[in-house]
C-alpha cells in the first residue's frame, strides 16, 4: 500500500481515533469538485460530501456545512439557523481555521472545533464520499457516521 500524503495521513489519524474502519485513498486525478470527485469513484454527484466552510459575517465564527454535492447552500436558510448573517469564507480562513486548503478539506480532523451542520439529503445514500485533506485524497464512509465526525445538526440547508 503506497504512503499517504502528509494531509491525507492526519485524516487516516483522525478516522482511527474515532474507531471508524474508514480508509483513505489517494487518486491520480483530481476529486476537487463534486462533478470530478464521483467521477473518480464512481458514484453519483449526490454521494460526494462537500465540506464548506462559511463564517458569521459579524462574529467572524467559523461554521462547518456539510452538504450532497448535489446541492446549493441556502445562505438565508443557514442564516436563520445560526442566528446571523453567513458568508462564504476565503482560502486563507479555511486554510487557517481547518489546516486544509479549499478542495480538500475533510468533515474532520479539523484544526479547531466547528459549529457543523449536516445536510439531509446526504443520509438518503448507503454511501457517501469526503475529502481527505488533499483535492486528491477521498474516504467512504456510511452518512449516519458524519454527526459523530463533526457533532453536528442534520438539517435542510438548500
Known amino acids: 500500500m503506497n504512503e499517504l500524503s502528509q494531509s491525507a495521513q492526519r485524516v487516516q489519524d483522525a478516522l482511527h481515533a474515532l474507531g471508524l474502519p474508514c480508509q483513505v485513498i489517494e487518486l491520480p486525478g483530481s476529486t476537487r469538485t463534486a462533478i470530478e470527485a464521483a467521477q473518480a469513484v464512481n458514484c453519483q454527484v449526490g ?3 462537500k465540506s464548506l466552510i462559511f463564517m458569521g459575517a459579524e462574529s467572524r465564527r467559523p461554521m ?7 446541492n446549493r447552500v441556502n445562505e438565508k436558510q443557514i442564516a436563520s439557523l445560526v442566528g446571523e448573517q453567513i458568508q462564504k469564507a476565503d482560502a486563507d480562513f479555511v486554510r487557517n481555521h481547518t489546516g486544509y486548503a479549499i478542495g480538500g478539506v475533510p468533515p474532520l480532523g ?8 449536516i445536510d439531509e439529503d446526504l443520509l438518503t445514500y448507503p454511501t457517501v464520499w469526503a475529502a481527505a485533506g488533499t483535492p486528491h485524497a477521498v474516504f467512504e464512509l456510511n452518512p449516519r457516521e458524519l454527526q459523530r465526525m463533526t457533532g453536528g445538526r442534520i438539517v435542510t440547508i438548500k
Do not use: N, W
Request: proline share 6%.
Open 110 to 117: 479539523l484544526a479547531e472545533p466547528f459549529l457543523a451542520l
Open 47 to 49: 454521494q460526494i460530501v
Open 64 to 70: 462547518l456545512i456539510v452538504a450532497s454535492g448535489v
